[in-house]
């Protein structure tokens, strides 16, 4: 079982800057790939960058492209998403997720097999 423990969610005005952080309880390296997912009110959950923790290889969604960067520091077993530029329509809960296997693409909700509780990010123009 891996738990996975998000941070850094909060509120700024469009424009501004956040950066999340997710932890978990083993290796990235030995899980292998991590994601960060988000779901605004009504919408479904929808994947915005992944890292494949060997490889470092990154997707992102074309919406975040230019403006959010996924990273890790296996050391810390903890994924980082930085957020800038951001926008209304950023406003979401961010899911951080992690799969078992690797994807050469951006993941689907159901490839992932471990989820944390996700952190509100609201943006205010």
């Known amino acids: 079982q891996v738990r996975l423990v998000e941070s850094g969610g909060g509120s700024v005005l469009a424009g501004g800057s956040l950066r999340l952080s997710c932890a978990a309880s083993?290796?990235?390296?030995?899980?292998?790939?991590m994601a960060w997912f988000r779901q605004a009110a009504g919408q479904e959950r929808e994947a915005v960058a992944s890292?494949?923790?060997?490889?470092?290889?990154?997707y992102y969604a074309d919406s975040v492209k230019g403006r959010f960067t996924i990273s890790q520091d296996n050391a810390k077993n903890t994924v980082y998403l930085q957020m800038n530029s951001l926008r209304p329509e950023d406003t979401a809960i961010y899911y951080c997720?992690?799969?078992?296997?690797?994807?050469?693409?951006?993941?689907?909700?159901?490839?992932?097999?471990?989820w944390g509780k996700g952190t509100l990010v609201t943006i205010s123009s």
């Open positions: 997720a992690a799969a078992l296997m690797a994807y050469l693409r951006l993941p689907t909700p159901s490839d992932m097999n471990y």
């Open positions: 083993t290796t990235t390296v030995g899980v292998g790939y």
């Open positions: 890292i494949y923790a060997r490889g470092g290889t990154r």
